[in-house]
């Protein structure tokens, strides 16, 4: 039979280094006993409820993607995880709901996108952090859009950096790209740099 002890440390085996309360409590494991483990193997709190052992890199997008799912993330931390800047994000943009709380996100100093219902779910994929976590943010062609559309607020070099990568690469979609525009009305705006750039 397997042990509590071994079960705690497969499921952070699993979980690339990190325990969540909630699914070891789901497992049938006690609180006390998790306390216990979490001591006796140098484990550290990332937020409540989300705890990652001494030899994992804290992840912070995969921390706060566990603690808020309703989050994805959005236009300069997108474009970064897609590789269409060189410039890691200096804040973390993060798209919601539109009807959705953004107080306790906004304390925390993200750049909150709120959306309808039916442009917040347009161009979700899920990509792979810098860690190796899976997190949920908007695919190359949402991004693009999202970046026009908010022109003023991308810093220069960002905006011609992703513009450029996006553009010239192999597996640009450019008519998922015209659709998003379309859907945001963006499409003349898009084709603009479409027909510039091509």
């Not at 039979?1 to 309360?21: D, H, P, S």
């Not at 006796?40 to 990652?52: C, P, S, V």
Request: overall charge negative; aromatic content about 12%.
């Amino acid at each position: 039979m397997v042990t509590k002890f071994e079960q705690l440390n497969a499921m952070a085996e699993k979980n690339n280094g990190y325990l969540f309360t909630s699914e070891v409590v789901e497992a049938g494991i006690s609180k006390t006993y998790l306390s216990k483990y979490l001591k006796e193997n140098q484990f550290e709190k990332a937020a409540h409820g989300i705890y990652y052992s001494e030899d994992t890199w804290l992840d912070e997008l995969y921390v706060i993607q566990v603690s808020n799912p309703v989050v994805i993330f959005d236009r300069e931390t997108a474009l970064y995880l897609h590789n269409l800047t060189d410039r890691e994000y200096s804040k973390i943009h993060v798209a919601v709901p539109k009807k959705y709380n953004t107080f306790r996100l906004k304390e925390r100093g993200f750049v909150i996108h709120s959306y309808e219902e039916e442009l917040y779910h347009m161009g979700i994929v899920k990509k792979e952090s810098n860690f190796g976590n899976m997190l949920i943010i908007y695919d190359r062609e949402r991004c693009i859009c999202n970046m026009v559309a908010e022109r003023g607020d991308v810093e220069v070099q960002t905006f011609q950096t992703a513009m450029k990568e996006y553009m010239s690469s192999t597996d640009k979609k450019l008519g998922v790209l015209l659709e998003y525009a379309e859907k945001l009305g963006l499409r003349d705006e898009i084709m603009k740099y479409v027909e510039v750039m091509l």
